[in-house]
């Protein structure tokens, strides 16, 4: 049975600091794709951060963020303890959501990341509130 369990999330003034963790179990990790979604109130689910792993290529690893988080947002993954965490900085109000993880089988292109419909597994998600 697949599981992603995220923590890490909580209540925190604009201009501070999260950093949200995801634990993969039930799968191999190393054949998945990861990202982070969030759904604000009345929102639909934006993609958030995604990374990669193909063991083949030079870099094993490739980040992709969403043009609001970019520069603020790290998303790292460790596949020797099945995670992928998600470091925030620099948090705005806007930022406030529900954020889940999700994993995507195989080596998905940049529009398969970026689609929530096309990530096999989900969290339960981990609310994320920013006060101004």
């Known amino acids: 049975q697949v599981q992603l369990v995220e923590s890490g999330g909580g209540l925190v003034q604009a201009g501070g600091s999260l950093r949200l963790s995801c634990a993969a179990s039930g799968l191999t990790f190393g054949s998945y794709a990861m990202g982070w979604f969030r759904q604000g109130p009345g929102n639909e689910r934006e993609f958030v951060a995604a990374?990669?792993?193909?063991?083949?290529?030079?870099?094993?690893?490739?980040?992709y963020y969403a043009d609001s988080v970019k520069g603020r947002f790290t998303i790292s993954r460790d596949n020797a303890k099945n995670t992928v965490d998600l470091q925030m900085n620099s948090l705005k109000p806007e930022d406030t959501a529900v954020y889940y993880c999700?994993?995507?089988?195989?080596?998905?292109?940049?529009?398969?990341?970026?689609?929530?419909?096309?990530?096999?597994?989900w969290g339960q998600g981990t609310q994320v509130t920013v006060s101004s």
């Open positions: 999700a994993a995507e089988r195989g080596f998905p292109n940049l529009e398969a990341l970026l689609a929530p419909d096309k990530y096999d597994y």
């Open positions: 990374i990669t792993w193909n063991p083949f290529a030079y870099r094993h690893a490739l980040p």
